[in-house]
């Protein structure tokens, strides 16, 4: 495939994706409704050549949001018999914030419409029409920020929590094991639907559906009231990806709110945020030993101390200081970037718990790649930038549009080492944005 070819056939999967409703899915079957991290990145794809459709992404997502300010994780506009857990099972009715008008799952994913937004603002050709779509929008994502500061962060410190692994969008990190040690659920009874869909070796376990869903459980208990879970839920956890992705939001959030004029309280307020979430970032999450950021866990006092794709993610956000930059991209080549490997595996490769075949448990993501090359380019890393990128490129050629992609380059030579689902919406959206550049 030539580069054109690439971008061609990336449209046509947003296209084929995209639902009369105005939101595009992230692949047919597998994942059949609109989650929230995926329509940020579906955003910036179809801002290339469908800056409506971009629109409509995030409309559409921002119209479901709560009334305190949430936007959940799915939004269930249409029905479909191919997803478990589904709308019966979240049961977003229970809580008494929800979007009436649609119903959606309890939980939410990282932060992308903040720099979604700035970039849709950027690709734009009609600078006055996307100014008027900023200004339609802005507060609702707004909304967004403010929601997780006055309702996840219980010790006021400026990072803010995570309930669910499927909160984090790294949902099967080997990370989350620590925590499962911790919890015994009953054995639940249900169907799946997932690994009708794809190769049970490259998904989630039962036993790992049961922490997932009897995590679920404990928030509807208490309606999905936030001080509840805080208290009760077994999984609490400061993400470095989520709080990353949260902070550059802001940052994106204070120069459209600059743009478009007025708005000095909430530029006030996010600056003030974002400073206090700085500080305790680097204070908190960062592991002077390992020489990475590490996730958090809030529920038993500790950090869990495991490298992976989000442990590079601060790059994104502009937290760490050049010093700290510097160890971090040593580690990095060192465990990742070899060059038998492409950039960038989702876990550590040196680790036990390392599978290169496994949903988040060291594949390659092309979302966590276009994320690390734009936080490497700030750094003024512009070769392992570069590479990042090409890798990414390489990978699709070679594989297709494909959710997730073996690190290691043997796997590539005489099969197919794409994995998940086809047709994958986020793939195709930001190969079109890296191969527009
Ligand atoms: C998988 C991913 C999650 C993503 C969802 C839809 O569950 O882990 O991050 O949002 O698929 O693409």
């Not at 690709?123 to 403010?146: G, M, Q």
């Not at 997932?212 to 009760?232: G, M, S, T």
């Amino acid at each position: 495939m030539t580069q054109q070819e690439i971008t061609t056939k990336a449209k046509e999967i947003l296209i084929n994706n995209y639902q009369e409703k105005g939101f595009t899915i992230p692949c047919k079957g597998l994942y059949p409704f609109q989650w929230n991290w995926d329509s940020g990145f579906i955003a910036i794809g179809f801002a290339h050549f469908d800056i409506e459709k971009a629109k409509s992404e995030i409309k559409s997502l921002v119209d479901a949001q709560w009334s305190n300010g949430f936007i959940p994780h799915i939004i269930f506009h249409n029905e479909s018999d191919t997803y478990f857990p589904g709308p019966d099972f979240h049961r977003s009715d229970l809580s008494e914030l929800s979007n009436k008008s649609v119903p959606t799952t309890g939980m939410t994913q990282p932060h992308t419409l903040g720099f979604a937004l700035e970039k849709m603002y950027e690709i734009a050709e009609n600078k006055e029409d996307i100014i008027n779509f900023i200004k339609l929008v802005i507060d609702a994502i707004y909304d967004f920020s403010l929601y997780f500061y006055n309702f996840r962060d219980p010790l006021n410190e400026g990072l803010v929590y995570i309930y669910h692994n499927w909160e984090s969008g790294t949902d099967n990190s080997p990370i989350w094991d620590d925590i499962w040690e911790t919890i015994n659920p009953p054995s639940l009874e249900f169907e799946r639907k997932d690994t009708g869909h794809v190769d049970a070796a490259q998904r989630p376990s039962k036993r790992e559906y049961d922490y997932y869903l009897h995590i679920i459980e404990i928030a509807k208990k208490y309606n999905y009231e936030d001080r509840e879970i805080a208290e009760y839920s077994p999984f609490l956890v400061q993400d470095p990806l989520f709080n990353s992705l949260l902070i550059s939001s802001n940052a994106s959030l204070i120069r459209l709110y600059e743009l478009i004029g007025g708005n000095e309280y909430k530029i006030e307020k996010l600056k003030s945020l974002t400073q206090k979430a700085i500080q305790s970032f680097n204070n908190k999450l960062y592991d002077q030993e390992l020489g990475v950021y590490c996730h958090y866990d809030l529920r038993n006092n500790k950090l869990l101390r495991y490298i992976s794709s989000s442990s590079f993610s601060p790059l994104f956000a502009g937290i760490p200081s050049k010093e700290q930059a510097e160890k971090m991209v040593t580690v990095m080549m060192e465990k990742f970037g070899n060059d038998d490997q492409y950039l960038c595996a989702s876990f550590d490769p040196t680790h036990k718990r390392f599978n290169p075949k496994k949903y988040w448990r060291g594949p390659v993501w092309i979302n966590l790649n276009w994320l690390l090359y734009h936080g490497l380019k700030d750094y003024g890393y512009d070769d392992i930038a570069n590479r990042v990128k090409e890798d990414s490129i390489e990978i699709i050629k070679q594989n297709g549009f494909f959710e997730y992609f073996d690190a290691r380059k043997e796997a590539h030579q005489n099969s197919i080492a794409g994995y998940g689902g086809d047709n994958f919406s986020w793939s195709a959206a930001l190969i079109i944005d890296f191969l527009t550049k």
